[in-house]
């Protein structure tokens, strides 16, 4: 079935693969340009990771009065937010809200999850269709699919046998799950974890907590948003918004350009402490150096280390829990109260750094010589991040070239946009853009932006395809893989470089050159005519 007309003009002039904060907003902008445009959504409803990670404690690590659309005034003063950083239901909510406000639901097909998108080469456009046997035909296909969308749930022996409920923290149960006298193991110590344990030891009689990695770990110190401060907020918002975007990170925070190597230890102990005391990402902006400088780093990871020790009854429990790689280096967890939860009678670390997991029984697990008898296992075992969601469905280009099989290496992009053989077929957020070093939204807005006025330029100038150079994109490879490798970003094993899964070639997928560079870069490309891209 395809939904062409019987001159091959396709239905849409976009399909759109997702309806999370990407897919909403794209929508909303390019049905405000005129176009004709289909949203395709697996889930039920509209949030994207905020629909799928319902598990306990979920709370985004970005401040909620950064972590918003910034497209429309108005949206941006009717909405209030309840606490510094906002839970996974108050998001959702939100989410729910823009929907509403713009009417985007009647052009979002929900509960229709993408199996195969094929361009047609003689024709210019995409068929996209679903498992469900639904196809869509479109002149452009976005990908606004997510960058921790495809959940990861490692291969243990015996995981069919378990006669207990498993669960995945990425794809979260709807209804409240009851853990109340339950016997609980949690595999994974990542933010998902870090958020989860806490609430989840509240409730379990108890609880096992299997680390094979300890993280990083600062204090959110969230708080409930006091009418002022958000009324503050509001009246600034767009000096705030723009300097946010002058800054690396597209966050709004105070980045010392001092080095942590050309300051006084007490001037170091200073710093840190006062990024302590606020809680929060921002901890890493205390020193320009601390990603780029290992002994700068190490100044830091002092300070950390002496802090969780100071939290911690049992001693002995921080050798294990305290990482020995660089601060920064995986993706820094801010918590509320997981040191804290192992002073509890009820929870155990099980260290599986040298032995890992080594079976799933019918009643539990085995690990480290032991049989732990669980009711319940919760994988908090993350995601085949920026990659994970494109290559699990079949997207084929030009001559039929499979994007998994072009991606076998590691994926190859311009400006984390588009790639060569793949002609009209964009991604939002996509892997060699900043992404995940960024506060989502604005990026998000910037690519959704970029792509809309792409689309319109192309009709505006009567051209039916779009696609980079082989060059253009080899040389936006050799540039990720240089501004990341003069950082030390890359020493550890991280989602970042997709060493979370087995089999995944050690890439660094997300652009490491920082917001403002690279808006520049897309900018210029676009002032010099779209150089680097062909357009038809
Ligand atoms: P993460 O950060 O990828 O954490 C996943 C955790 O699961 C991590 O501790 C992994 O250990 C662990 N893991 C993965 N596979 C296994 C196996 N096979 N055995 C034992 N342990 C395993 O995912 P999250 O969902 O917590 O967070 C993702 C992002 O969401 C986060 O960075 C924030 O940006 C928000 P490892 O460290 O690989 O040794």
């Given at each position: 079935?395809t939904?062409?007309?019987?001159?091959g003009?396709?239905?849409?002039?976009?399909?759109?693969?997702?309806?999370?904060f990407a897919?909403?907003?794209?929508?909303h902008?390019?049905r405000?340009?005129?176009?004709?445009?289909r949203?395709?959504?697996?889930?039920?409803?509209?949030?994207?990771?905020?629909?799928?990670?319902?598990?306990?404690?979920?709370?985004?690590?970005v401040?909620?009065?950064?972590?918003?659309?910034?497209?429309?005034?108005?949206?941006?003063?009717e909405?209030?937010?309840?606490e510094?950083y906002?839970a996974?239901?108050?998001?959702?909510?939100?989410?729910n809200?823009?929907?509403?406000?713009?009417?985007?639901?009647?052009?979002?097909?929900?509960?229709?999850?993408?199996?195969?998108?094929?361009?047609d080469?003689?024709?210019?456009?995409?068929?996209?269709t679903?498992?469900?046997?639904?196809?869509?035909t479109?002149?452009?296909?976005?990908?606004?699919?997510?960058?921790?969308?495809?959940?990861?749930?490692?291969?243990?022996e015996?995981l069919?046998?378990?006669?207990?409920?498993?669960?995945?923290?990425?794809?979260?149960?709807?209804e409240?799950?009851?853990?109340t006298?339950k016997?609980?193991?949690?595999?994974g110590?990542?933010?998902?974890?870090?958020q989860?344990?806490?609430?989840?030891?509240?409730?379990a009689?108890?609880?096992?907590?299997?680390?094979?990695?300890?993280?990083w770990?600062?204090p959110?110190?969230?708080?409930?948003?006091?009418?002022e401060?958000?009324?503050d907020?509001?009246q600034?918002?767009s000096?705030?918004r723009?300097?946010?975007?002058?800054?690396?990170?597209?966050?709004?925070?105070?980045?010392?350009?001092?080095?942590a190597?050309?300051?006084?230890?007490?001037?170091?102990r200073?710093e840190?402490?006062?990024?302590?005391?606020?809680?929060?990402?921002?901890?890493?902006?205390?020193?320009?150096?601390?990603?780029?400088?290992?002994?700068?780093n190490?100044?830091?990871?002092e300070?950390v280390?002496?802090?969780?020790?100071?939290?911690?009854?049992d001693?002995?429990?921080?050798?294990?829990?305290?990482?020995?790689?660089?601060?920064?280096?995986?993706?820094?967890?801010?918590?509320?109260?997981?040191?804290?939860?192992?002073?509890?009678?009820?929870?155990?670390?099980?260290?599986?750094?040298?032995?890992?997991?080594?079976?799933?029984?019918?009643?539990g697990?085995?690990?480290?010589?032991?049989?732990?008898?669980?009711?319940?296992?919760?994988m908090?075992?993350?995601?085949?991040?920026?990659?994970?969601?494109?290559?699990?469905?079949?997207?084929?280009?030009?001559d039929?070239?499979?994007?998994?099989?072009k991606w076998?290496?590691?994926?190859?992009?311009?400006?984390g946009?588009?790639?060569?053989?793949?002609?009209?077929?964009?991604t939002?957020?996509?892997?060699?853009?900043?992404?995940?070093?960024?506060?989502?939204?604005?990026?998000?807005?910037?690519h959704?932006?970029w792509v809309?006025?792409?689309?319109?330029?192309m009709?505006?100038?009567?051209?039916q395809?779009?696609?980079?150079?082989?060059?253009?994109?080899?040389?936006?490879?050799?540039?990720?893989?240089e501004?990341?490798?003069n950082?030390?970003?890359?020493?550890?094993?991280?989602?970042?470089?997709?060493?979370?899964?087995?089999?995944?070639?050690?890439?660094?997928?997300?652009?490491?050159?920082g917001?403002?560079?690279?808006?520049?870069k897309?900018?210029e490309?676009?002032?010099?005519?779209?150089?680097?891209?062909?357009?038809?």
């Amino acid at each position: 079935m395809t939904t062409a007309d019987e001159n091959g003009k396709p239905e849409f002039d976009a399909i759109i693969v997702g309806a999370g904060f990407a897919g909403m907003y794209l929508l909303h902008r390019m049905r405000g340009m005129g176009f004709k445009v289909r949203v395709v959504e697996a889930a039920t409803g509209v949030g994207g990771t905020w629909y799928w990670n319902r598990y306990p404690g979920a709370r985004c690590d970005v401040e909620s009065m950064q972590y918003s659309y910034q497209f429309s005034p108005e949206l941006q003063a009717e909405w209030s937010w309840t606490e510094r950083y906002a839970a996974q239901p108050e998001i959702l909510t939100y989410a729910n809200h823009v929907a509403d406000r713009f009417d985007l639901r009647r052009d979002i097909d929900f509960d229709t999850r993408v199996k195969s998108a094929v361009y047609d080469e003689t024709a210019k456009h995409w068929t996209i269709t679903s498992e469900d046997g639904r196809s869509y035909t479109g002149r452009y296909c976005v990908m606004a699919t997510g960058c921790l969308s495809s959940p990861n749930t490692p291969r243990f022996e015996g995981l069919e046998d378990f006669k207990g409920a498993v669960y995945h923290t990425g794809t979260w149960p709807h209804e409240k799950v009851d853990f109340t006298g339950k016997t609980v193991a949690i595999i994974g110590t990542g933010s998902s974890a870090i958020q989860s344990t806490p609430v989840i030891a509240s409730e379990a009689k108890q609880l096992y907590l299997f680390q094979r990695t300890p993280h990083w770990v600062i204090p959110a110190r969230n708080r409930p948003l006091d009418p002022e401060q958000q009324a503050d907020w509001k009246q600034h918002y767009s000096e705030r918004r723009a300097a946010a975007k002058a800054n690396f990170s597209g966050i709004f925070a105070n980045y010392n350009k001092q080095k942590a190597a050309e300051a006084a230890p007490d001037e170091c102990r200073a710093e840190y402490q006062r990024r302590w005391d606020q809680g929060g990402l921002a901890f890493m902006g205390a020193f320009s150096d601390l990603l780029i400088d290992d002994d700068a780093n190490k100044t830091a990871r002092e300070f950390v280390t002496e802090k969780v020790r100071g939290m911690l009854k049992d001693k002995s429990l921080a050798d294990k829990l305290i990482p020995d790689y660089l601060i920064g280096c995986k993706r820094l967890v801010i918590d509320t109260g997981y040191y804290e939860t192992f002073n509890k009678p009820n929870v155990e670390l099980v260290d599986i750094s040298n032995s890992p997991i080594e079976r799933i029984t019918e009643t539990g697990l085995r690990a480290s010589g032991r049989e732990f008898e669980v009711d319940a296992i919760v994988m908090a075992t993350g995601f085949d991040a920026m990659t994970g969601a494109l290559t699990r469905m079949d997207i084929r280009g030009r001559d039929g070239g499979s994007l998994k099989e072009k991606w076998s290496e590691g994926p190859r992009t311009y400006l984390g946009l588009m790639s060569h053989g793949f002609p009209n077929l964009f991604t939002i957020t996509g892997p060699g853009s900043p992404s995940v070093f960024t506060n989502m939204l604005p990026t998000i807005e910037q690519h959704v932006e970029w792509v809309s006025d792409c689309i319109a330029y192309m009709r505006d100038h009567q051209r039916q395809s779009i696609e980079p150079s082989r060059d253009a994109e080899d040389a936006w490879v050799v540039h990720n893989e240089e501004v990341s490798g003069n950082t030390l970003k890359p020493a550890c094993g991280s989602w970042y470089v997709g060493a979370n899964i087995p089999g995944k070639p050690r890439v660094f997928l997300p652009y490491f050159g920082g917001f403002p560079a690279y808006i520049e870069k897309c900018n210029e490309v676009v002032a010099k005519g779209y150089e680097g891209f062909s357009l038809n």
